[in-house]
């Protein structure tokens, strides 16, 4: 019985090992590399007619908690119900938009720097010929909390959830092998 115990505690070790690897070798989230990356291929051209209007209008929506799901492309409609309750909270706590600044643009794509009074956003935004948002991309400040990981998972659809969990389960076995054959444990 105590070698069981001591062999899954060598799995566990091993495991903990292949996670802090992993830590160690992945770079820190910076979220000024995030917008810097984005602004890089960014390309200083006009903005396209009614991208700003339409954005204060967006974020405004968003943060009375009634976005016009009737000016949207149908699968952005979709995606802001989804997250609406999470990004109304996020930007409401930020306060009143107070000014917009154009970047410039990535294919049909306009990006803007949001500032509120608590703080600023990158947003990207791209306008269709009849007025509706066609795509709408809010670049976050920093890495996401805890909470923001499990309010994200429970979104998923069962079949979503259950491909991640086969990838996490993937991800044990091969720690298990790893113990198995490089430390030759014996279960």
Avoid: H
Avoid at 24 to 35: A, G, L, M
Avoid at 66 to 81: F, G, I, T
Avoid at 159 to 168: F, K, M, S, W, Y
């Amino acid at each position: 019985m105590a070698k069981i115990f001591a062999r899954i505690a060598l799995l566990l070790l091993a495991a903990g090992l292949v996670t802090a690897a992993a830590a160690v070798t992945t770079r820190p989230f910076d979220p000024k590399q995030n917008e810097l990356s984005i602004l890089q291929r960014a390309v200083k051209r006009p903005a396209t007619a009614e991208s700003e209007a339409t954005l204060r209008r967006v974020i405004g929506e968003i943060q009375q908690g009634r976005p016009d799901y009737a000016r949207m492309n149908p699968k952005l409609a979709e995606a802001v119900r989804r997250q609406l309750p999470q990004q109304q909270k996020f930007l409401t706590g930020l306060g009143p938009p107070k000014s917009l600044t154009y970047l410039g643009g990535i294919a049909r794509m306009d990006f803007y720097r949001a500032a509120f009074a608590d703080g600023a956003l990158l947003w990207g935004i791209a306008v269709g010929a009849d007025g509706s948002v066609q795509s709408l991309l809010l670049v976050p400040p920093g890495p996401p909390s805890p909470q923001d990981w499990k309010d994200n998972y429970a979104r998923f659809e069962l079949p979503e959830r259950a491909t991640r969990l086969a990838g996490q389960l993937g991800i044990l076995l091969a720690a298990a092998l790893f113990g198995r054959l490089a430390l030759r444990l014996r279960l």
